[in-house]
T-cell receptor
Framework: AQKVTQAQTEISVVEKEDVTLDCVYETRDTTYYLFWYKQPPSGELVFLIR??????QNEISGRYSWNFQKSTSSFNFTITASQVVDSAVYFC????????????FGTGTRLQVTL | GAGVSQTPSNKVTEKGKYVELRCDPISGHTALYWYRQSLGQGPEFLIY????????DSGLPNDRFFAVRPEGSVSTLKIQRTERGDSAVYLC???????????????FGPGTRLTVL
């Protein structure tokens, strides 16, 4: 069985602060993919990043960075110098190649960035 | 290009009625997925299509729920005898391929908010 845990329900930060959103996953498969999606107040899930289980290189995209550690089954997401527009619910998701491509989502972390 | 579109954006119905929710995937995407998102939760998988066939419908909660994709493009999720517990946002996603040969990223539509009174 697969499971994704996002222990942080809500985080509030002041603009320009850095913030890290945690994601811990469980899977028995050796081949899998991890994703982060952003869900702004409009409701649409916006794809942010995808990593496969064989690539543990960290990734940076502008103010966003991701830290994938297989040893701790974690795939954490850091926003540097947060902005009000980053306010949204962020979901971590797991895809096992053996389960017909269905995503297993965590419960999400609501990020509130204030001025 | 155009993203995944879903209609209607909002649907209010009465308990016991029948509803249809429509999804138009990204052009050229062969895989289509339906998820359901309850308040404060992450999306939960319902069903996925590869082409016209339902390759995995293990997430459908019961036989009141049914989905079709007759021409391999647009899909309709059908709910019979709606119950108040069916109230949720129904999300559709599409990807280029799916299954073992493809683990392409799923792109989501804006969802249909279903409210059953």
């Amino acid at each position: 069985a697969q499971k994704v845990t996002q222990a942080q329900t809500e985080i509030s930060v002041v603009e320009k602060e850095d913030v890290t959103l945690d994601c811990v996953y469980e899977t028995r498969d050796t081949t899998y993919y991890l994703f982060w999606y952003k869900q702004p107040p409009s409701g649409e899930l916006v794809f942010l990043i995808r990593r496969n289980s064989f690539d543990e290189q960290n990734e940076i995209s502008g103010r966003y960075s991701w830290n994938f550690q297989k040893s701790t089954s974690s795939f954490n997401f850091t926003i540097t110098a947060s902005q009000v527009v980053d306010s949204a619910v962020y979901f971590c998701a797991l895809l096992n190649t053996g389960t017909a491509s269905k995503l297993t989502f965590g419960t999400g972390t609501r990020l509130q960035v204030t001025l | 290009g155009a993203g995944v579109s879903q209609t209607p954006s909002n649907k209010v119905t009465e308990k016991g009625k029948y509803v249809e929710l429509r999804c138009d995937p990204i052009s050229g995407h062969t895989a289509l997925y339906w998820y359901r998102q309850s308040l404060g939760q992450g999306p939960e998988f319902l069903i996925y299509f590869q082409g016209t066939g339902a390759a995995d419908d293990s997430g459908l909660p019961n036989d009141r729920f049914f989905a079709v994709r007759p021409e391999g493009s647009v899909s309709t999720l059908k709910i019979q005898r709606t119950e108040r517990g069916d109230s949720a946002v129904y999300l559709c996603a599409s990807s280029l391929t799916s299954g073992l040969a493809g683990t392409d990223t799923q792109y989501f539509g804006p969802g249909t908010r279903l409210t059953v009174l």
